[in-house]
Nanobody
Framework: EVQFVESGGGLVQAGGSLRLSCAAS????????IGWFRQAPGKEREGVSCISNSDGRLYYGDSVKGRFSISSDNAKNTVDLQMNSLKPEDTALYYCAADLTFHNIVVMTPQYWGQGTQVTVSS
């Protein structure tokens, strides 16, 4: 059974930082691309970042480039998202997801989805 445990969300002031972590199980982690998505109330889901565990490719959404950084620990089956210089518009439910194909993560059609962790940035 595929499972994700997302953690690290919370309330932070604008300009602050948070580090989200996604612990994955139930599939061969090294073969998959893992991504982070977010969705704010009343808005469409947005791709934030993803990493290919097979070849190291990275992707960042335009709204987070230069502020967020994704990393993967294949020994622990975790993918972290370091979020710096947070803005109120970063407030959303953040999900991790996985797919064998990096492209499917980028176009937001991954095979597996997590449940999400809430990030709230106050102004």
């Amino acid at each position: 059974e595929v499972q994700f445990v997302e953690s690290g969300g919370g309330l932070v002031q604008a300009g602050g930082s948070l580090r989200l972590s996604c612990a994955a199980s139930g599939f061969t982690f090294d073969d998959y691309a893992i991504g982070w998505f977010r969705q704010a109330p009343g808005k469409e889901r947005e791709g934030v970042s993803c990493i290919s565990n097979s070849d190291g490719r990275l992707y960042y959404g335009d709204s987070v480039k230069g502020r967020f950084s994704i990393s993967s620990d294949n020994a622990k089956n975790t993918v972290d998202l370091q979020m710096n210089s947070l803005k109120p518009e970063d407030t959303a439910l953040y999900y991790c997801a996985a797919d064998l194909t990096f492209h499917n993560i980028v176009v937001m059609t991954p095979q597996y989805w997590g449940q999400g962790t809430q990030v709230t940035v106050s102004s």
